[in-house]
């Protein structure tokens, strides 16, 4: 199977390998995914307290070049968002994005929960209550 | 290093031998005849030319010429095998045996079967990638036709205990057939000697041309018969009909002639060059576990899993210059890895993390040093992306971790 150049430019320069201290209050951290699928995706976001946008990004990936590059667009895009911003970001931008075939589609939804999970637990950590927002699955 | 191309997937097909090919090439123009021609020279010469084939064929697997019928490959073989053999003994019984790590060719042709009325029993297989022969010898049962085990498997390379499974088969008379498309013209491969009836085999696996294969069926002792799967002119003895494929099968005979006389010396060489790499990979890396027996195998096959590392993103790192395969099935829908591991008894991440390696006639020792540098970069870069590698270097067990299954 082909993939697309943007594919091969995130998988051969992957943006923002790397860890986050994820015992500091500002860090959230989503691990999606299971080594017996063979992907698991962990995006960590840095939030800036004072204005609440998210100041950094990371990601480490276990899968195939579309779970890669999905996680290091992902990371691209977090940055200078805010939560509210972050949260609306759709797998189906990330598959346009990458021109990811169907059998590839599983892997911007994992990046996609990736997001949504570190959020969770960015939120959760801060003691900010998501309930009415209703975005976020049983917070 | 210039741009470069390495072929490490012989197993998936191998190139043509150049020999092959210059012996092909008179059968396209010069010779066009139809070998079933029997009234004018253009036919007597295809005919020749296919006769002539089939001894040089016959002879590396030491069977007589009457004994080889050709067909399109060894998918078609063995599916002319198996269901010609359940339609054939119907009356005898309709119980086959085989293993979990058969060829699609097979399971699938068994499943068909199974459709059709039959019974089948799909063995397991040890750590080893073997299969336990008092479990086979226990599974054989009155209505018991056939045993299907192949000689060698395509994707671990381990060779099966044919003479001991042939053993068997004979003391409950059953007739045994085997998919030894990986096997021959690579290692000696001698059905009689080991009470083989029935065996499937194919050009495009022993640098000969794709879209010709062949089953051997024993002409005595017993004597076997199989239904026609394919209907028509009746040829080759009734048991497959269709035009044959003279230049196809011509540079099958030659693959057949080269194989015989240089076999032992490929099979010293590549196998000198399939340790260095092995032995390299798993000096330079940590956490690299071989897949299959070490001892029971093919010359020219190594599996490996590289742990932590998803096999399909790692072969991404250099896929541009060198071509292997992986277990790990991301590409398809089903997302499961290679079952063939999994009934090793490896665990659904190790078997995501395997590439299979698999050497040829034209590989060299600079391809392996090559390829030997570009896995340890390539393994290296993905386990920098690793988020498991790096809970495993912390010392985290990743087996009391809650992973969201998806």
């Known amino acids: 199977m082909a993939y697309s150049n943007k594919v091969l430019d995130h998988f051969k320069n992957p943006r923002n390998v790397g860890t986050l201290d994820k015992s500091s209050k500002n860090v959230g951290t989503g691990l999606v995914g299971a080594p017996e699928c063979g992907d698991v995706m962990r995006l960590q976001i840095e939030v800036d307290q004072s204005s609440g946008m998210i100041k950094d990004a990371k990601f480490k990936t276990f899968g195939c070049g579309s779970a890669i ?71 | 290093m210039n741009k470069r191309h390495i072929y490490l997937d012989n197993n998936a097909t191998t190139p043509c031998d150049p020999r092959v090919v210059e012996t092909m090439v008179p059968y396209f123009y010069e010779h066009p005849g139809n070998a079933a021609s029997r009234n004018h020279p253009f036919g007597w010469v295809a005919e020749e030319a296919v006769d002539y084939a089939r001894e040089q064929i016959a002879n590396l697997i030491e069977v007589d010429p009457k004994e080889i019928i050709f067909t399109s490959g060894a998918t078609e073989s063995d599916n002319l095998a198996l269901k010609g053999v359940f339609e054939m003994y119907s009356r005898k019984g309709n119980h086959i045996i085989t293993a979990k790590t058969e060829h699609k060719a ?83 491969v001698k059905p009689k000697e080991v009470g083989i009836h029935l065996m499937s085999f ?62 032992a010396q490929d099979a010293e060489r590549v ?19 071989l897949n299959g027996s070490k001892e029971h195998r093919m010359p020219n096959v190594t599996n490996l899993s590289f742990k932590h590392v998803e096999g399909e993103g790692l072969m991404m790192t250099f896929n541009q210059e060198i071509a292997v395969s992986s277990g790990s099935a991301c590409t398809s829908a ?3 890895p290679s079952y063939v591991l999994v009934a090793l008894g490896l665990g659904d991440d190790l078997a995501h993390s395997s590439i299979r390696f698999s050497l040829g006639r034209f590989t060299t020792d600079e391809e392996i040093d090559f390829a030997i540098e570009a896995l340890t970069k390539g393994v290296s870069h993905m386990r920098d992306l690793s988020p498991i590698w790096e809970m495993y270097k912390e010392g985290i067990d990743l087996e009391s971790i809650e992973w969201s299954e998806h």
């Open chain 1, 69 to 139: 590059a999905s996680s290091s667009l992902a990371t691209e895009w977090l940055k200078g968002k805010s939560i509210d911003e972050a949260l609306s970001i759709d797998n189906m931008e990330i598959v346009e994005e990458l021109a990811l075939p169907p059998v590839k589609i599983h892997c911007s939804v994992l990046a996609e929960d990736a997001i949504k999970s570190a959020i969770k637990d960015y939120q959760e950590k801060n003691g900010i209550n998501t309930e009415n927002e209703g975005s976020v699955e049983g917070a």
């Open chain 2, 334 to 336: 089903s997302l499961e």
């Open chain 2, 202 to 263: 194919s050009a495009h696996k022993m640098y000969g041309p794709k879209g010709v294969g062949a089953l051997f069926v024993n002409r005595k002792g017993p004597r076997v018969k199989v239904t026609a799967q394919i209907d028509g002119g009746g040829h080759e003895r009734g048991m497959r009909s269709g035009t044959l494929n003279v230049p196809g099968i011509v540079g099958f005979g030659k693959a057949a002639e080269i194989a015989k006389k240089e076999m």
């Open chain 2, 106 to 188: 097979v399971l699938d042709s068994c499943q068909k079967i199974e459709k059709m009325g039959g019974e089948v029993t799909y063995l397991d297989v040890d750590r080893e990638g073997r299969i336990n022969l008092k479990e086979l010898e226990a599974a054989i049962k009155e209505n018991t036709i056939l045993v299907s085990i192949m000689w060698a498997n395509n994707e671990t390379g381990v060779i099966q205990p044919m003479k001991e499974i042939g053993e068997i088969c004979r003391k409950h008379g059953v007739l045994f057939m085997s998919d030894a498309t990986q096997a021959v013209g690579k290692i000696p």
């Open chain 2, 271 to 289: 196998s000198k060059l399939r340790d260095k790499l092995e032995k390299a990979l798993m000096a330079n890396l940590e956490e690299v576990y």
